[in-house]
């Protein structure tokens, strides 16, 4: 079993609507939890990241860890096909060097 | 300003030949990380080096694979008698320092071996 598990989707849906999207964990040593996006053919650029369990707001996105529960999530509003993308959540143990485990990413369409 | 860039984008090796894929980091950046990312999959971390000192390469997948950054900043990820399983996109981030969470990703070598 992997350590951080994703569900691939794909994800299709209208523009405008509220997207969620998921990863659980099993090492409990994560403090730092990351939502990169990823184009086609692109490297992952960083979206949203918080330091051990809460929410955060960053524009139209929301980002909440529960660590009790080794559950992350990420809610897109009011999405745009613009969104269309790749979502990786990531996370590291602190102390030392951010070495990032992945899960596999969710792939996103938003259509108008 | 510049980002991180990575050549070259695409390489197509024979099994059996040896390849070299580069990274220039973002100027400045102390750390330097290489990832492996195969199809419809994350990346998988495979080494890490802070200025020139290579601190891990836990996740360097046989000792065909060898990375260097002599100088502190360019890098070079060398895989030797390449096989179809290293068939993969290989991506190179960097951050300012070791600590820092924001790690900038270059667009990837794709490497297909055939």
């Known amino acids: 079993q992997k350590e951080v598990e994703q569900d691939p989707g794909p994800l299709s849906v209208p523009e405008g609507a509220i997207v969620s999207l998921n990863c659980t964990y099993s090492?409990?040593?994560?403090?730092?939890f990351m939502w990169y996006r990823q184009y086609s053919r692109k490297g992952p650029e960083l979206l949203m990241y918080?330091?051990?369990?809460g929410n955060k707001e960053d524009g139209r996105f929301t980002a909440q860890v529960d660590k009790s529960s080794k559950y992350i999530s990420l809610f897109i509003r009011d999405s745009q096909p613009s969104d269309s993308a790749t979502y990786l959540c990531a996370m590291s143990i602190s102390g030392g060097y951010n070495k990032l485990i992945f899960g596999a990413g969710t792939r996103l369409a938003v259509h108008p | 300003g510049a980002g991180v860039s990575q050549s070259p984008r695409y390489k197509v090796a024979k099994r059996g030949q040896d390849v070299a894929l580069r990274c220039d980091p973002i100027s400045g950046h102390v750390s330097l990380f290489w990832y492996q990312q195969a199809l419809g999959q994350g990346p998988e971390f495979l080494t890490y080096f802070q200025n020139e000192a290579q601190l891990d390469k836990s996740g360097l997948p046989s000792d065909r694979f060898f990375a260097e950054r002599p100088e502190g900043s360019v890098s070079t990820l060398k895989i030797q008698r390449t096989q179809q399983e290293d068939s993969a996109v290989y991506l190179c981030a960097s951050s300012s320092t070791g600590g820092s969470y924001e790690q900038y990703f270059g667009p990837g070598t794709r490497l297909t071996v055939t």
């Open positions: 090492n409990s040593a994560f403090q730092y």
């Open positions: 918080t330091y051990s369990s």
